[in-house]
């Protein structure tokens, strides 16, 4: 879609960059998915889109800038390909919207099942983590308690415990390069 745009709706890209999943870009291409229609839209009626959309502060300031970005002077296309390139921005809005649809609901499922497991308050502790790192997290080091041996072999698997190595006068430390990746991912993000 975004290169669709690029193509035929340049003002669309400059008032949405590329978060075209936003809400604010999706309740906006659906009401005005060519650019003849983002030029008539007046600020009452993205102000009650974004609305209809969830956004609840600075709407007004948002609107003016959504259509300075519509209004602006750009290239455009002939009104067949445009009209043809608008049913196509407008179905691709419906598929973003029915796919954050169903993302929201799985978040919404992954995180009562999350709170289910009994180490959900010890994987929850860790900081910076959130629903989805912490549901990876616990389900890449497994639900066995006896599987590790200690703690230090619990942070070999994950590759977070450096690997020290000192002859003499020299003394190196590196990196654990035989780990888990994806806990190790999961664990750096």
Sequence with gaps: MRNALKDYYPGAIAAFGTDLDDRDA???????????????????KITSALKRAGR????QRRAGEIQAALREEQLAQGPVLEAAYGRSTKAHVAMIRAYNTQ??????????????????????????????????????????????????????????SPITRASGKSHVVLARHMRNRRLADALDQ
């Design 26 to 44: 999706v309740a906006i291409l659906e009401i005005a998915p060519a650019p003849a229609l983002g030029r008539q839209l007046s600020t009452s």
């Design 56 to 59: 609840e502060r600075s709407l």
């Design 103 to 160: 993302i929201a609901a799985l978040e919404e499922a992954l995180t009562s099942d999350f709170e289910q497991h009994p180490d959900a308050g010890i994987i929850r502790s860790l900081p910076g983590i959130g629903t989805i790192l912490e549901a990876r997290v616990l389900g890449e080091f497994g639900d066995d308690p006896n599987r590790y041996y200690n703690a230090k072999s619990r942070r070999n698997y994950a590759g977070t």
